[in-house]
């Protein structure tokens, strides 16, 4: 037997693991038994550091040291005659005591982590070795258990993997609806798509966008339009038992992953969805009717990975919004080459750019009832390699995008400087310059920054432009960036000019509430107004309306004398069509000016020397 220094040494828990001092010290009580040796004094040294109990074989305590007392509460006298089973806590099951059992029943060791329950009902943590005591004659007759307190590691274990399972709330779970976010999302799309790629079967899929979402966000504030997402969030849920994942990918956007359903089963669960976000919200004190719009997609008959997946649901749920909204729509092969087209055609409105492509062209704004300065507009176009001279109507589709009518605008506010300073250097009498603007112009304030960096650069002053809007701007997207943007410009100078006029339903509302210098009646009621006496009232009260607020207009599509002579009669302002002169270039310009017909017997518009050009 070794010193009773290496019997403490081995019991240095902090220096060396549980186990193998428990393996250690079982392996000498082991031999102990077998070679007869002093038992005693082990136990002594085994009291000293460790929680020491021996049982019969059918569990009865028959010896409790004094650190078992202590850490289960129960006195000697409680403990000893009593079983061993009056300790359980219930955290392990039948399986786990009877894998127990059977090993030191053969006489072997067992090591584990066990959980007790102290007098008191709390709970503790061992890290135990059971050591089986063999007599002479080769059978158990007892057990000796050997324990350390590991309940404060366990606290520890516990704590950090309630933490861990808080983090991964946080990584997986969408805070304000509950639901699984993008990352979840995409990690069980990517998944499924695997699986169900290896066994050969389909599922679909559903990117839904909620109509209504950006109005309420606007109308209400945001805490209405998380009211909403928590509403539609809380709808979804029940739908499709486990059959179905939801998750909300960001913004209004949720999506839906439907397994184990047909086509047909599909198109009716998500018809039950719509109807579903179709029945009345209650946000606040209102309560609201909302809509949605989802774009199906299958796989793999749609597509075979994750990301063309989600895209051929974007291009379906994109399609549900170009008819109409509120419905649902599935992807078909047409959408993804009408989609590639555009995405070319962009990338081609893009090279034309650097190319230098692009130009601008200008229709000159005639005085109705002056001789004198003039005004221009600047129209673009597109000196395309192959198909020539393109109108903006003819790539109108680059508007649609925001990326590219941004691009568009910028090349266009840099190029009319250019122009103007020209314009001003041939000394041509020019009061304004208007520029179409769109929404993209003001998403950010890089537009408006390099607006007033070039006039700064040029010396060209803000009161030398005019900017036209249309009514859309005012309803779409960045609509109060556009209103502050446009105060901003029309504070500095710049004409603001309203487009289109008469053609919305909120022309009025606009004229009241924002900085509108000048109205421009649309060429569809000029066009016939020779000979419809409604186009003519409506021309009328339009000028009377602009007068009598202060503004003034501008008929635009004037193509004859009887349209001129009408609206010289009505007291319009400003002039503009192909009466007077198309677009030309620049270099054509001082020309066409030269040869311009006149209103009422003016003389034609001519060049003044080089010190009239100031605006």
Not at 162 to 173: C, F, M, P, R, V
Not at 191 to 212: K, N, P, R, W
Not at 254 to 267: K, M, N, P, R, T
Request: contains cysteine.
């Amino acid at each position: 037997m070794g010193s009773e220094n290496e019997v403490e040494n081995l019991l240095k828990v902090n220096e060396s693991p549980y186990a193998e001092a428990c393996e250690e010290i079982a392996r000498r009580l082991s031999a102990s038994s077998r070679h007869h040796l002093e038992d005693e004094f082990i136990r002594y040294a085994l009291d000293s550091a460790a929680i020491v109990v021996n049982t019969d074989v059918q569990g009865t305590i028959t010896f409790a040291n004094s650190k078992f007392c202590e850490i289960s509460g129960y006195s000697q006298v409680e403990l000893v005659g009593s079983n061993h089973r009056m300790l359980h806590s219930g955290t392990h099951d039948k399986a786990f005591f009877k894998a127990m059992y059977r090993e030191i029943a053969q006489g072997r060791n067992w090591h584990g982590e066990i959980c007790n329950r102290r007098k008191d009902g709390s709970l503790y943590w061992v890290d135990t070795t059971i050591v089986p005591h063999v007599n002479a004659r080769g059978k158990i007759d007892s057990y000796t258990a050997i324990r350390f307190d590991i309940s404060e590691r366990k606290e520890l274990e516990c704590a950090l993997l309630s933490s861990k399972e808080h983090l991964k709330q946080i990584a997986n779970i969408d805070p304000l609806t509950g639901l699984p976010n993008r990352r979840y999302f995409q990690e069980h799309l990517e998944t499924l798509v695997s699986e169900h790629a290896a066994g050969g079967q389909s599922f679909h899929f559903g990117l839904m966008d909620v109509d209504s979402f950006k109005e309420i966000n606007d109308s209400f504030g945001h805490y209405a339009g998380d009211v909403l997402l928590q509403s539609v969030g809380g709808r979804l849920r029940p739908l499709g038992g486990d059959r179905l994942f939801i998750s909300r990918v960001g913004g209004d956007e949720f999506a839906l992953i439907l397994v184990g359903a047909s086509d047909e089963e599909a198109s009716l669960f998500f018809e039950c969805v719509l109807e579903t976000i179709r029945e009345p919200i209650a946000i606040g004190a209102t309560t609201r009717r909302c809509s949605a719009s989802i774009g199906i997609a299958a796989c793999p008959r749609d597509a075979a990975d994750a990301e063309s997946l989600i895209k051929a649901s974007d291009l379906a749920l994109y399609q549900a919004k170009a008819l109409g909204r509120d419905r649902a729509e599935k992807f078909q092969l047409h959408l993804r080459e009408s989609a590639e087209r555009k995405a070319a055609f962009l990338e081609e409105i893009g090279n034309g750019l650097k190319r230098g492509e692009f130009e601008l062209h200008y229709q000159p704004i005639v005085l109705a009832r002056e001789a004198g300065k003039f005004s221009l507009e600047a129209l673009m176009r597109w000196r395309h390699p192959r198909l020539g001279l393109l109108a903006p109507g003819q790539f109108a589709e680059g508007f649609e995008d925001q990326a590219a009518r941004a691009a568009l605008g910028m090349f266009m506010l840099e190029r009319i400087f250019q122009d103007v300073a020209t314009f001003r250097a041939q000394g041509l009498p020019l009061r304004r310059v208007a520029m179409n603007l769109t929404n993209s112009d003001f998403r950010s304030d890089v537009f408006l920054d390099r607006f007033f960096e070039l006039c700064a650069e040029t010396g060209i002053p803000p009161e030398q432009f005019c900017v036209e809007v249309t009514e859309g701007m005012f309803l779409g997207l960045n609509q109060k960036r556009v209103g502050s943007g446009l105060r901003h410009l029309h504070q500095s100078g710049v004409e603001i000019a309203l487009d289109d006029f008469g053609t919305g339903y909120a022309s009025l509302t606009h004229l009241r509430h924002l900085p509108i210098d000048r109205l421009k009646i649309d060429r569809s009621f000029v066009a016939n107004m020779a000979t419809s006496p409604e186009d003519r009232a409506i021309i009328r009260g339009v000028i009377d309306i602009a007068h009598s607020l202060g503004k003034v207009v501008t008929a635009e599509g004037v193509e004859t004398v009887d349209q001129v002579k009408l609206l010289h009669r009505m007291k319009c302002d400003l002039l503009q069509g192909w009466y007077f002169s198309k677009a030309c270039p620049v270099a054509d310009l001082a020309h066409v000016l030269s040869k311009m017909p006149t209103v009422k017997g003016h003389a034609p518009h001519r060049p003044a020397t080089r010190h009239a050009a100031s605006g």
